[in-house]
Every structure is written in C-alpha cells, then in structure tokens.
Nanobody
C-alpha cells in the first residue's frame, strides 16, 4: 500500500512559479515510480510528469517540457513538481499517483492516487 498527500497548490498569476509536493508513505512507497497528473474543468485527467524510484529517470508531457521539473527527495520520501512560467491553461487539479503497472502516461495503469491540489493561474 502507498498513501499520497499533495500540497502546495494555490492561486498565482501567469508567469509565476509554484512548487507542488507529494508526500508518500507506506511499505513500498520509496521503491515505486511516482508521477503527476492534472485535470482541468470539463476535461479528462492528463499525464504531466513522472520520476523513477531513484529519481534518475524522468519523463514529461510535451505541454510542460521546459517549464516543469519533477524531482524526488528520498530522505523525505517526497516528490516535487516545480512549475515555472505558469500559463492559464495550466489551471487544474493536480494529482500525484504511484506504482504504474504499464504505461507511465496512462492513468488507468496507476494503483495509488492522492486527493489532489488545486492550481489556478490567472491571466
């Protein structure tokens, strides 16, 4: 079992930065990949980024590549999503998810989810 708790969301202006945190706990939480997804109003949940359990391998959606950075602090068992140059289209509820069984970019393949944190970017 893996428990995930997101934090760090808020209301910012376009061009601002925000850092989301995903605190993981549970027996296997430090040995599984952890990713971020987001869901905007009226849209399907979409993949944002993922890091391997070691933090060495990362993968990003094209829409955030170059602006967002995912990282992992093993000592704190926490995954971060640093979001820079935010745009209004980044507005969404952001979820972290763990332990994908298949495709890292497919939400259906993830076994564990957090409750989400709202990010709102005003123009």
């Amino acid at each position: 079992q893996v428990q995930l708790v997101e934090s760090g969301g808020g209301l910012v202006q376009a061009g601002d930065s925000l850092r989301l945190s995903c605190a993981a706990s549970g027996r296997t939480s430090s040995t599984v990949p952890i990713g971020w997804f987001r869901q905007a109003p009226g849209k399907e949940r979409e993949f944002v980024a993922i890091t391997s359990w070691s933090g060495v391998t990362t993968f990003y959606a094209d829409s955030v590549k170059g602006r967002f950075t995912i990282s992992r602090d093993s000592a704190k068992n926490t995954v971060y999503l640093q979001m820079n140059m935010l745009k209004p289209e980044d507005t969404a509820v952001y979820y972290c998810a763990a332990d994908p069984e298949g495709s890292w970019s497919s939400e259906a393949d993830y076994n564990y989810w957090g409750q989400g944190t709202q990010v709102t970017v005003s123009s």
